[in-house]
């Protein structure tokens, strides 16, 4: 089966920084994903680990351990258009299975 | 081709009635899964295409559901006789075969059964 766990809300201030943790337990793994998904829209891509270490795209950063079954996503210089769902998924061969997500409310 | 597109975006039907949804991949994409969204939770996997071959159910796929991609282009899911409990947001998204780390999700159809 596929278990993949991550905080229901987060809160953080303009500017400031998040990190979103993941971990997982499933029966495959072909890499990690992270996706923003805006409310009522679809998700979109942001970053993907199959190796060790950490991934850097402009102000999101992906992490993974594949030994721990742990990944996070920071993101930094936070802007209110960054408030969303930001959803953990695990590949397997084709199929991506997803955490709930993480509310990440950014205010002022 | 701007991306994965789907119709209609909204739907809402009555119980017990039949209802379709369209997918439209982005054009050179070989491979076209569909997902069901519920309220707070992560997408589902429901099935899978490479070209017109379906290649994967899910569990979650009842015998009321049925998946097509006749010519290996566009895709279609029907729900026969919808129950209450198939409200949701049903995703498509596509990928070619030689780079499926990245699936494009399409917009959505968001089904309320009444």
């Known amino acids: 089966g596929q278990n993949i766990d991550q905080p229901t809300e987060m809160t953080a201030t ?4 998040v990190q979103i943790n993941c971990t997982y337990q499933t029966s495959g793994f072909n890499g990690l994903f992270w996706y923003q998904q805006h409310a009522g829209e679809a998700p979109t891509f942001l970053s993907y680990n199959v190796l060790d270490g950490l991934e850097e795209k402009g102000r999101f950063s992906s992490f993974l351990s594949r ?19 930001y959803l953990c998924a695990v590949l397997n061969d084709y199929k991506l299975s997803f955490g709930a997500g993480t509310t990440v409310t950014v205010r002022a | 081709d701007t991306g994965v597109s789907q119709d209609p975006r909204h739907k809402i039907t009555k119980r017990g009635q039949n209802v379709t949804f369209r997918c ?3 054009s050179e994409h070989n ?40 010519k290996g282009s566009f895709s279609t899911l029907e729900i026969q006789r919808t129950e209450q409990g198939d409200s949701a947001m049903y995703l498509c998204a596509s990928s070619l075969a030689d780079n499926t780390y990245e699936q494009y999700f399409g917009p959505g159809t968001r089904l309320t059964v009444t």
């Open chain 2, 31 to 70: 491979r076209l899964y569909w997902y069901r969204q519920t309220l707070g939770q992560g997408p589902e996997f429901l099935t899978y295409f490479q070209n017109e071959a379906q290649l994967e159910k899910s569990r979650l796929l009842s015998d009321r559901f049925s998946a097509e991609r006749p």
């Open chain 1, 14 to 17: 303009e500017g400031a920084i």
């Open chain 2, 24 to 26: 439209d991949p982005i």
């Open chain 1, 67 to 85: 030994s721990k079954g742990y990944s996070y996503l920071l993101l930094k210089e936070l802007q209110m258009k960054d408030s969303a769902s």
